[in-house]
């Protein structure tokens, strides 16, 4: 079985639940001593606003690619049997998971490094967008993990390019 086969990458479509169990059921396996998960979940607050729901959109063929090449940089800094990654579209209620993420390995060490890695680099590079919806109004949010991998990005340009002095990020006054 190819790498690519042992991975399972599902962008689920408005009004698709995460079904947790058949994600833990497809990274099972008998040489599997360990299977690492990250949910994510809508919370109902967020720096003192009621959060209604989470909203997420996705340009989904670049997401799926790019989740496909996360996971090839897994395999190739952990031994890891088995991926499987989702990600809901659509309206995120409060307490419903938004993400799933469940790895297997021979060891715990392995899966729980390369989890922490696939949510990571899933929030700064997939091209999924998520507006927060409160009870007095929404807001398109930033993850802090794309901000910082921009910010890391735009500090290397302006050193090793000739034209990093033209690269501006304009940052929104509400931002942080």
């Given at each position: 079985?190819?790498?690519?086969?042992?991975?399972?990458?599902?962008?689920?479509?408005?009004?698709?639940?995460?079904?947790?169990?058949?994600?833990?059921?497809?990274?099972?396996?008998?040489?599997?001593?360990?299977?690492a998960t990250f949910s994510g979940t809508t919370r109902d607050m967020?720096?003192?606003?009621?959060?209604?729901?989470?909203?997420?959109?996705?340009?989904?063929?670049?997401?799926?690619?790019?989740?496909?090449?996360?996971?090839?940089?897994?395999?190739?800094?952990?031994?890891?049997?088995?991926?499987?990654?989702?990600?809901?579209?659509?309206?995120?209620?409060?307490?419903?998971?938004?993400?799933?993420?469940?790895?297997?390995?021979?060891?715990?060490?392995?899966?729980?490094?390369?989890?922490?890695?696939?949510?990571?680099?899933?929030?700064?590079?997939?091209?999924?967008?998520?507006?927060?919806?409160?009870?007095?109004?929404?807001?398109?949010?930033?993850?802090?993990?794309?901000?910082?991998?921009?910010?890391?990005?735009?500090?290397?340009?302006?050193?090793?390019?000739?034209?990093?002095?033209?690269?501006?990020?304009?940052?929104?006054?509400?931002?942080?």
């Amino acid at each position: 079985m190819s790498s690519d086969e042992k991975n399972l990458i599902e962008i689920l479509e408005e009004g698709h639940k995460v079904d947790i169990v058949k994600y833990i059921d497809y990274v099972s396996a008998p040489q599997a001593g360990a299977i690492a998960t990250f949910s994510g979940t809508t919370r109902d607050m967020f720096e003192g606003k009621a959060v209604l729901e989470l909203r997420y959109e996705a340009y989904v063929p670049m997401a799926t690619r790019t989740l496909t090449s996360i996971c090839t940089s897994a395999r190739s800094n952990w031994d890891i049997h088995k991926i499987a990654v989702a990600h809901r579209l659509g309206p995120v209620p409060v307490g419903e998971t938004s993400v799933f993420i469940a790895v297997s390995s021979v060891h715990r060490g392995d899966g729980l490094d390369a989890c922490k890695f696939l949510i990571d680099e899933l929030k700064a590079t997939v091209p999924i967008w998520k507006k927060e919806v409160y009870t007095n109004g929404e807001v398109w949010k930033e993850n802090s993990e794309f901000l910082e991998k921009r910010d890391g990005l735009v500090k290397r340009e302006h050193r090793r390019s000739c034209c990093g002095s033209k690269v501006r990020v304009q940052e929104d006054e509400n931002s942080s």
